[in-house]
C-alpha cells in the first residue's frame, strides 16, 4: 500500500518561499511509471493542480503558478517537494501531494494534506 | 486548457434516494474521467476512473457513464456516508483539471 505524507512549515510569511516536502512509503519513486504531484485547495474551495514531476526529473507546471513553482525529486530519500516564491495570503490553502500514472490515468494515492497559512 | 463543469454545484437529497450528477468537458476526453469523492478534512478519494470503472474497494451504488465530453456519476441509493464533495478530473496534454465540485446535501 502506497502511502504519501507531506511535511513542511504551516505558516509562511509574505513574499517569502513556501517550501513542502512529501515522503512516499510502500513504493519507489524511481521505479517509474508514475508522476508524483502537488495540488491545493484553498479553504471552501475546489481543486488546483500545481505541477508534477516523473522519478527522470521532468516536471510539468499549472501555466498559471509557473513563474514561481519549482518540483524536485530525491530518489534516494524516496521524496519530492514543491516550492512556490513570492507567496500572498491568495497561497493559503491545503497542499496535498499525490501519485498518478500519466496521462489518462486517474489520481490513485492522495496525502493526508497540510495547511499552509501565509500571514505576517 | 479542458474545462469541466459540474452540475448541478449542490444537490440536496434524502437516503435512499437516487442521485445524479454531471461532468462536462470543454473538449473530449475519450473516457478518460475520473471520479472522487471528498469528505471534511480528508483528502479526495478515487471512485471511479477511465469514466465507468470503479476503483478498490468502491461499492456496487457508485457508477459511472459517459464518454466524450459528457459523463455522470450516479449513486443509486444513497446511504449516510455518501453525503460530500464529488469532483471530476482529467488528465490530457500534461495537465490536468478538475470540475468545481458538487455538494451532495442531506435534505
Not at chain 1, 513570492?86 to 497561497?91: I, N
Not at chain 2, 459528457?70 to 460530500?84: C, G, K, N, Q, Y
Request: with cysteine; hydrophobic share 30%; aromatic share 12%.
Amino acid at each position: 500500500q502506497v502511502q504519501l505524507q507531506e511535511s513542511g512549515p504551516g505558516l509562511v510569511k509574505p513574499s517569502q518561499t513556501l517550501s513542502l516536502t512529501c515522503t512516499v512509503s510502500g513504493g519507489s519513486i524511481s521505479s517509474g511509471g508514475y508522476y508524483w504531484s502537488w495540488i491545493r485547495q484553498h479553504p471552501g474551495k475546489g481543486l488546483e493542480w500545481i505541477g508534477y514531476i516523473y522519478y527522470s526529473g521532468s516536471t510539468y507546471y499549472n501555466p498559471s503558478l509557473k513563474s514561481r513553482v519549482t518540483i524536485s525529486v530525491d530518489t534516494s530519500k524516496n521524496q519530492f517537494s514543491l516550492k512556490l516564491s513570492s507567496v500572498t495570503a491568495a497561497d493559503t490553502a491545503v497542499y496535498y501531494c499525490a501519485r498518478d500514472g500519466g496521462d489518462g490515468y486517474p489520481i490513485d494515492y492522495w496525502g493526508q494534506g497540510t495547511l499552509v497559512t501565509v500571514s505576517s | 486548457e479542458i474545462v469541466l463543469t459540474q452540475s448541478p454545484a449542490t444537490l440536496s437529497l434524502s437516503p435512499g434516494e437516487r442521485a445524479t450528477l454531471s461532468c462536462r468537458a470543454s473538449q473530449s476526453v475519450s473516457s478518460y474521467l475520473a471520479w472522487y469523492q471528498q469528505k471534511p478534512g480528508q483528502a479526495p478519494r478515487l471512485l471511479i476512473y477511465d469514466a465507468s470503472n470503479r476503483a478498490t474497494g468502491i461499492p456496487a451504488r457508485f457508477s459511472g457513464s459517459g464518454s466524450g465530453t459528457d459523463f455522470t456519476l450516479t449513486i443509486s441509493s444513497l446511504e449516510p456516508e455518501d453525503f460530500a464533495v464529488y469532483y471530476c478530473q482529467q488528465r490530457s496534454n500534461w495537465r490536468y483539471t478538475f470540475g468545481q465540485g458538487t455538494k451532495l446535501e442531506i435534505k
